[in-house]
């Protein structure tokens, strides 16, 4: 099979992934509980009020013509209008703010993330046996086995609640050693951006320290295996340097694991992490569905969840191609 | 919640304006008619010597009347709200003059306004006098009476179950106060059909049928004035056995049915129920077993958190026996002020004395409620380990079917469920449970439920892959040259090849559910009746454990979470580790 069958093959089943994830989401919606033009029409509202609104949103439609109808907006990317904290406001340009503070947060997280830990799990890797791999493993083991928000919620309650050295909430606001910040909007860009990165500081580094010990465990593992193999103790016996062995032989079998799941976070980047984002209360796209399910908000639900399918989906593409690049045999 | 809250501003608003329409409509008819009346009166041929302004005045006081409001009846110590009514007027309302006039304690009060708030010293009945009075000086009057009882407290309501080791219920008025004070107290209900009567500020009573009992309190002070109050017991009857151990239920009724199929199965076949090749077969896999547990016991990480797991097992099957207290829901410290000032106020340190309040003592201090934590942290164990076990178990049946059944048959099997894999691996799983729970209702087994169907994908890739491999080997081509029906080859040679591969998987699995739970208990979707550690660690979180000191209420739940998921996680490698001989030599 070559690469463009592959290819081709590829992207068909995402396109029908794409379509069974528009239908599901636009069922699993229609399945909820609860009138959603009770939300809409204020109370005392008329019934000529409550037909105009049902009008509004199609909700007087047969449903054969509701689906045609949302698959029309998706493609506009019109996701209709929000019945919750942006009361009855377009819900699209209202999801520019959050996916920036999401990308900011979640997209650095997760770079530093990868990052670190496949170095800390090289490290380990190469000095397996050693304390100096027992600590790094019970380190990223203990990080791995922590639920995230109880993480949060400690670097929450230490670092801005009792030292204060860096703000409660929100993704922007504060300056450091500044006691009353002016408002964001009358900040110098500088200032903006310090603000951003002093708000920024807590989440990254919970988010950073959770997600990095899946990784460190993922390449420790796979370099572990790697390094029993014969052809390396063939390079080995060629006399080639250890720094030679281990970054020409070794980190280039032992990455594949690695790669697959790095492409999943990534991914997971669009859907932002609702813990972290819950914790520090940083109004990113986690924040914000969360928000839309205690609001009952189904269009902006509908909206997070369609956006955060479609960036795995994307992502696992990606991974896919890379991995054919990087591993030949998986084109056979 | 600001959805409801718009709504509601709204309609006060609405509210609001039809109110203010209403009354200026009704304020412009009055003036029409009475400019009519003017105009009528001006027309008409006047008497010499009286003037028109004496009409007017005559008119505008016929223009001024009053409410003030229905009977009041008010408790004793709240405030008794005093509210005037304008029907009709020619002045705006808030111009006119109000005075309020009643004798309270042998003094005559006067205030005024419109809106009058004012707490009576004492019990008793009292005639209030309003009067209002406009530019004109036209006075009105109206009158009203305020009823003041004896505030009673019957307590708070309580519940409990039929099979409860105490059914004795104290019941405590001692939140009751008037002026003059109290002189009886009188509890009444029904009891198994005939009314019951107990006096006493405190009385006790032995509830032992299930029912819902309505108790009313009425006290009685020495002005002879009566104040009731009313507090709900309510004894649950004992469920079903089934119900209350559906756990139970759900994994033995399997494991009893599938025992009894292959009973019958012997049975049919004509071989006594324990064949020799039986005997031999157990030996074998005793042997394998033993093998196996040695390699495993080597592995000192693995083995550590084996015996971790254990202790934790204990923790949930004995908690009623290790805890502090039987029910942690139920008993509280109290928040003691006395004038202000607090002698005792939640969260608790820990101490190893006992409580005055409750006799317990407190070894890891107490939550904002005054519920001891060291209880609550015993049976959280339970919560999180049925969690861990019964939704793995659903999501690795549904796992396991799935991947057998596409690796297996292949073809247009594989591809349509592989695609609905992969539609499941890609849904954003936690918005998508907090969905579901937003849908199915706050309920344990709904947590259990949705926990498993949520985590089933990555099983079935694994069965898959393996099932693939295993399908292709020698025997199984065998077997089918044989003539061996599908259930049959996968049954007896792929499902024994396969299932060893995904147990370390599975308990993997187990710590993302528990973690799972966790996480749904924290942002306050899971069982509120349920005890458990994601919870705890809610209310800690919503009532700034750490800003008010109390390490204590994050710390053991939270080290709880993390020694269970990490001695799952490390149980897990370890049975990687025996299963998996390449793993080994490294």
Redesign the interface.
């Known amino acids: 099979m070559d690469m463009r069958t592959l290819l081709t093959r590829k992207l068909v089943?995402v396109v029908?992934?794409l379509w069974?994830?528009l239908t599901?989401n636009f069922f699993?919606f229609r399945?909820?509980?609860g009138d959603p033009t009770r939300?809409l029409v204020?109370?005392?509202g008329s019934q000529e009020l409550r037909d105009a609104i049902m009008h509004r949103f199609y909700l007087d439609r047969p449903l054969w013509d509701q689906y045609v109808h949302y698959i029309y907006q998706v493609f506009t990317l019109d996701f209709g209008i929000s019945?919750?904290?942006w009361?009855l406001q377009e819900i699209t340009p209202n999801l520019v703010e959050p996916l920036i503070n999401t990308l900011l947060l979640v997209g650095i997280g997760t770079a530093l993330a990868i990052f670190l830990g496949v170095m800390l799990g090289r490290y380990a890797a190469w000095r397996?046996g050693t304390p100096a791999d027992t600590v790094g493993m019970a380190f990223a083991?203990?990080f791995?086995?922590?639920?995230t928000?109880?993480f949060a919620?400690?670097m929450?309650?230490?670092f801005a609640?009792?030292l204060q050295w860096f703000p409660l909430k929100g993704p922007y606001g504060e300056l450091p050693f500044v006691a009353n910040p002016p408002d964001y909007t009358d900040m110098s860009i500088p200032e903006k951006l310090l603000s951003r990165g002093y708000h920024l500081v807590l989440p990254v580094l919970a988010f950073t320290v959770e997600v990095m010990a899946e990784f460190a465990l993922i390449m420790r593992n796979s370099l572990?295996?790697v390094?029993?193999e014969d052809y390396i103790v063939t390079a080995r016996a060629k006399g080639l340097s250890n720094k030679t062995i281990l970054k020409d032989h070794a980190m280039r079998n032992a990455m594949l694991p690695v790669v697959t799941v790095a492409a999943i976070s990534v991914?997971?980047v669009l859907?932002g992490d609702?813990?972290v984002e819950?914790?520090f209360s940083y109004k990113g796209l986690g924040y914000i569905?969360?928000d839309a399910?205690?609001?009952?908000?189904f269009c902006v639900?509908q909206a997070?969840?369609l956006i955060?399918?479609i960036a795995?989906?994307i992502a696992?593409l990606v991974a896919d191609i890379i991995y054919m690049y990087l591993d030949p045999r998986v084109k056979i | 919640?600001?959805?409801k809250f718009?709504?509601?501003s709204?309609?006060m608003r609405?509210t609001r304006r039809e109110d203010s329409a209403g009354r200026r409509a009704a304020l412009a008819v009055t003036i029409l008619i009475i400019m009519l009346v003017i105009g009528l009166a001006s027309a008409m041929p006047a008497p010499a010597d009286e003037p028109s302004g004496i009409a007017s005045t005559a008119l505008a006081q016929a223009a001024l009347e009053v409410d003030a409001g229905p009977p009041l009846n008010n408790t004793y110590g709240s405030y008794a709200e005093l509210n005037a009514t304008v029907i009709a007027t020619i002045e705006p309302e808030d111009d006119l003059n109000y005075t309020w006039s009643f004798i309270d304690n042998a003094t005559t009060v006067t205030r005024y306004g419109k809106l009058v708030n004012y707490v009576f010293t004492e019990t008793g009945v009292y005639a209030v006098d309003l009067t209002v009075t406009d530019m004109f000086s036209n006075t009105a009057t109206d009158s009203t009476t305020v009823t003041v009882t004896p505030e009673a407290d019957a307590g708070t309501s309580r519940q409990f179950r039929e099979d409860n080791p105490v059914t004795l219920i104290y019941l405590n008025a001692s939140g009751s106060s008037s002026n003059p004070e109290i002189v009886t107290y009188v509890w009444t209900f029904t009891y198994d059909g005939a009314p019951q009567t107990l006096t006493g500020k405190n009385a006790s009573f032995d509830f032992k049928r299930p029912n819902t009992y309505n108790i009313t309190l009425t006290v009685t002070d020495s002005n002879g004035m009566v104040g009731t109050d009313y507090v709900i017991v309510r004894v649950l009857a004992k469920p079903l056995w089934v119900v209350d151990h559906w756990i139970v239920s759900f994994i033995g009724l399997p494991i009893l049915i599938i025992a009894a199929l292959m009973i019958y199965n012997k049975w049919r076949k004509g071989s006594g129920i324990i064949t020799s090749t039986d005997i031999e077969k157990a030996k074998l896999q005793y042997k394998g077993i033993r093998k196996n547990w040695t390699i495993f016991r080597s592995n000192r990480l693995g083995f550590a958190g084996f015996i971790v797991l254990i202790i934790f097992g204990a923790m949930a099957i004995f908690a009623p026996w290790i805890s502090t207290v039987q029910n942690p829901d139920d008993v509280q410290e109290p928040n003691i002020i006395v004038d202000g000032v607090a002698i005792q106020l939640n969260p608790l340190p820990p101490s190893t004395s006992k409580s005055i309040y409750t006799g317990i003592t407190h070894y890891w201090g107490t939550d904002h409620k005054g519920l001891d934590i060291y209880s609550m942290t015993m049976y959280g164990a339970r919560a999180s380990l049925i969690v861990g076990i019964v939704a793995t178990a659903i999501s690795v049946l549904l796992g396991t079917a799935i991947g057998l059944a596409a690796g297996y048959f292949g073809r247009v099997t594989d591809e349509v469920l592989m695609?609905v894999t992969?539609?499941f691996l890609?849904?954003?799983w936690?918005?998508?449970m907090?969905?579901m729970m937003?849908?199915l209702g706050q309920k344990f087994i709904w947590v259990v439920v949705v926990i498993g169907i949520t985590s089933w994908p990555s099983t079935a890739r694994v069965v898959r892959s393996q099932v693939l491999t295993v399908k292709e080997r020698q025997f199984i081509v065998r077997a089918k040259c044989v003539g061996a029906t599908d259930g049959h080859i996968i049954k007896t040679h792929i499902l024994p090849n396969v299932l060893p591969l995904i147990f370390a998987n599975t308990v993997l699995l187990i710590?993302i559910a528990i973690?799972s739970e966790?996480?749904l208990d924290?942002?306050g979707l899971g069982d509120p009746t349920v005890i458990s550690w994601g919870a705890m660690?809610e209310s800690?979180?919503d009532f700034?454990?750490?800003?008010k000191g109390a390490w204590w209420w994050?710390g053991a739940p939270?080290a709880a979470?993390?020694?269970m998921?990490?001695s799952f996680?490390?149980v897990g490698y370890a049975i990687d580790d025996v299963l998996n001989p390449?793993?080994r030599?490294?």
């Open positions: 089943y029908i992934t069974a994830i599901f699993l399945i909820m509980p939300v204020p109370r005392g019945s919750g904290e009361k397996r083991l203990t791995y086995s922590m639920p928000f109880l919620l400690v929450l309650m230490v609640g009792q572990t295996d390094l029993t991914g997971w859907g609702i813990m819950i914790v569905a969360w399910v205690n609001l009952r908000d639900l997070l969840f955060m399918a795995v989906l696992n | 919640m600001s959805a718009a709504g509601r709204l309609g609405m695609r992969d539609f890609v849904l954003p936690f918005p998508l907090i969905v937003a849908i710590a973690f966790a996480f924290f942002f660690l800690a979180y700034d454990a750490f800003l994050i939270g979470i993390v020694l998921v990490l996680s490390l390449k793993l030599r490294r």
